[in-house]
């Protein structure tokens, strides 16, 4: 359990048999009367957010949230497929709960997937991912409009800007993060 003087941001609290995190903390102590919390909460689940005050006497409890390695194996009308290694249980997310981890998924990347009392809400992305360029315009020598970097695009469909070297069918490093080339890669 969780008392409202332990509330800070990033802290996951669950209220009312739902995950919440806290994405903004103010202690507020008034000139009479007892310390108030205030705090911005966003719904693990859907992804609503509200403000809510809390008194130093409300207590919270902790949000049962773990995550599990799993393989994305493949995606079927707009669900995407991760098996358990050990188990080999397989679970779906809906592709609101992917987001934007779809650009970077491909057949049996490792991936952490967050779960709420064995629910799954969302996946976390290894840090790079190697992707293979399946779309590259050519670069003809002094074209400088575009400046050093030419538009590609990746087996996932994704696009992005690239150093004019990079050429179709060349493996290249992305950062998940901020979906920005890192690197090509050999072999």
């Given at each position: 359990?969780?008392?409202a003087?332990?509330?800070?941001?990033?802290?996951?609290?669950?209220?009312?048999?739902?995950?919440?995190?806290?994405?903004?903390?103010?202690?507020?102590?008034p000139g009479?009367?007892?310390?108030?919390?205030?705090?911005?909460?966003?719904?693990?689940?859907?992804?609503?957010?509200?403000?809510?005050?809390?008194?130093?006497?409300?207590?919270?409890?902790?949000?049962?949230?773990?995550?599990?390695?799993?393989?994305?194996?493949?995606?079927?009308q707009?669900?995407?497929?991760?098996?358990?290694?050990?188990?080999?249980?397989?679970?779906f997310?809906?592709?609101?709960?992917?987001?934007d981890?779809?650009?970077?998924?491909?057949?049996?990347?490792?991936?952490?997937?967050?779960?709420?009392?064995?629910?799954?809400?969302?996946?976390?992305?290894?840090?790079?991912v190697?992707?293979?360029?399946?779309?590259?315009?050519?670069?003809?020598?002094?074209?400088?409009?575009?400046?050093?970097?030419?538009?590609?695009?990746?087996?996932?469909?994704?696009?992005?800007?690239?150093?004019?070297?990079?050429?179709?069918?060349?493996?290249?490093?992305?950062?998940?993060?901020?979906?920005?080339?890192?690197t090509?890669?050999?072999?």
């Amino acid at each position: 359990m969780y008392s409202a003087s332990d509330l800070k941001k990033g802290l996951r609290i669950k209220i009312d048999n739902e995950p919440y995190i806290v994405t903004e903390f103010n202690f507020v102590k008034p000139g009479k009367g007892q310390a108030l919390y205030r705090c911005k909460l966003r719904n693990m689940v859907n992804g609503n957010q509200f403000e809510r005050t809390f008194r130093s006497v409300d207590t919270f409890e902790s949000a049962d949230l773990r995550e599990k390695r799993m393989q994305f194996l493949y995606v079927e009308q707009d669900k995407y497929c991760f098996m358990d290694n050990e188990t080999y249980e397989q679970v779906f997310l809906s592709q609101d709960q992917v987001g934007d981890a779809k650009n970077f998924l491909i057949d049996n990347i490792e991936v952490e997937i967050l779960f709420f009392e064995d629910k799954p809400l969302g996946v976390s992305l290894p840090n790079f991912v190697d992707l293979v360029v399946t779309m590259a315009e050519p670069w003809a020598k002094g074209d400088s409009v575009t400046g050093n970097t030419k538009p590609v695009t990746l087996q996932t469909g994704y696009q992005l800007l690239v150093p004019t070297f990079i050429e179709e069918g060349e493996k290249i490093r992305v950062d998940t993060r901020s979906g920005e080339y890192l690197t090509r890669v050999k072999g």
